[in-house]
């Protein structure tokens, strides 16, 4: 089975910084792309950011300059440093990774898996 959780949200006044971290734990064996979303009240789920294995990252427009996602393959992490924080952004921050892994019974199994979210509020 897999795991994916995620961590380090909270409350920030506007301008400050925070890191998230996204962590997937199980009989993994290879992760392709990962992915931060963010789901504000009374709004649709919205892409933030996205990493290859590689390392190419793209940004949603509103996110873009002030927050950079990162990962540690060895880790099977993800990161996320938000910095220059909005009130806009305050939402439930969601990973999500595309990953192989393996059954007891040897079989492999290959789909997106998600964190449980973690809130980010911004204000003051």
């Known amino acids: 089975q897999v795991q994916v959780v995620e961590s380090g949200g909270g409350l920030v006044q506007p301008g400050g910084s925070l890191r998230l971290s996204c962590a997937a734990s199980?009989?993994?064996?290879?992760?392709?792309?990962m992915a931060w979303y963010r789901q504000a009240p009374g709004k649709q789920r919205e892409l933030v950011a996205t990493?290859?294995?590689?390392?190419?990252?793209n940004y949603a427009d509103s996110v873009t300059g002030r927050f950079t996602i990162s990962r540690d393959n060895a880790k099977n992490t993800v990161y996320l440093q938000m910095n220059s924080l909005k009130p806009e952004d305050t939402a439930v921050y969601y990973c999500?990774?595309?990953?192989?892994?393996?059954?007891?019974?040897?079989?492999?199994?290959?789909?997106?898996?998600w964190g449980q979210g973690t809130q980010v509020t911004v204000s003051s």
């Open positions: 199980g009989s993994i064996f290879s992760i392709n792309d």
């Open positions: 990493i290859t294995r590689g390392g190419s990252t």
């Open positions: 999500d990774t595309d990953l192989s892994w393996r059954s007891y019974a040897g079989i492999s199994h290959r789909g997106h898996y």
